[in-house]
């Protein structure tokens, strides 16, 4: 079974500044999805940033990185300067692709990310 | 992006009743539907996934009788909780795969808060 780990349970950094989320993951299978997911205190589930793990290059989506690092299985997420509104639970999640698409998500326990201003 | 609502967002029982809560998509048509749970400063875990017109696949661990899940249509899958007790109290979120969507993303809903007097 896949499992997912995330070893900051919280992170905070300075406005502006720039701050990387760890997530380690594990599992047999080659072909499978990687995203990190924001949770405010709203409870409302947002996409951040998602990898595709037969893809080398790195997804980029404005301020959000990601060093993907398949044979380390390492999936950490960069925030670039850092701004108040990032600041959030942020979630490491696995997904299997079995190209039926009814897999679901393993999660990691989350990083709380503090911005201080 | 696509839209998914869940109803009620937030409810109040007494031990021993059932509950339901749906999920809707609201601007696309969800083949698959997945059910989550997440208890308070934990992680979200995957309870089931809703097959329209065919039965959930429960993960190991979810009792079946307990959460009933029925997915009647392409736009609409409800989770019941039967013989509802205390420590069924959580936040339970759903999420939906857009079949036409790229990256195999899975949009959720706002989450429902149950708790049990």
């Known amino acids: 079974a896949q499992t997912v780990t995330q070893s900051q349970p919280e992170m905070s950094v300075q406005e502006a500044e720039t701050v990387t989320l760890s997530c380690t993951y594990d599992?047999?299978?080659?072909?499978?999805?990687l995203f990190w997911y924001k949770q405010p205190p709203s409870r409302q589930m947002i996409l951040v940033i998602r990898?595709?793990?037969?893809?080398?290059q790195n997804a980029t989506e404005n301020r959000f990185s990601v060093n993907f690092q398949k044979a380390a299985k390492s999936f950490s997420l960069k925030i670039s300067d850092s701004q108040l509104g990032d600041a959030a639970m942020y979630f490491c999640?696995?997904?299997?692709?079995?190209?039926?698409?009814?897999?679901?998500?393993?999660f990691g326990k989350g990083t709380h990310l503090i911005i201080q201003p | 992006g696509a839209v998914v609502s869940q109803h009620p967002s937030r409810v109040i029982c007494k031990s021993g009743t059932s509950v339901k809560i749906e999920c809707r998509s609201l601007?696309?048509?969800?083949?698959?539907m997945f059910w989550y749970r997440q208890f308070p400063k934990q992680s979200l875990m995957l309870m089931a996934t809703?097959?329209?017109?065919?039965?959930?696949?429960?993960e190991q661990g979810v009792e079946k009788d307990k959460f009933l899940i029925n997915h009647a249509s392409l736009t609409l899958s409800t989770l019941t909780v039967t013989s509802a007790h205390p420590e069924d109290s959580s936040f339970y979120i759903c999420?939906?795969?857009?079949?036409?969507?790229?990256?195999?993303?899975?949009?959720f809903g706002p989450g429902t808060r149950l708790t049990v007097l």
């Open positions: 601007d696309f048509q969800a083949t698959t």
């Open positions: 999640a696995y997904k299997l692709n079995s190209g039926g698409g009814a897999d679901g998500l393993t």
């Open positions: 809703s097959n329209e017109g065919s039965k959930a696949t429960y």
């Open positions: 999420s939906a795969r857009d079949p036409g969507g790229a990256g195999d993303e899975q949009f």
């Open positions: 599992t047999s299978e080659s072909d499978y999805y």
């Open positions: 990898q595709e793990a037969y893809k080398q």
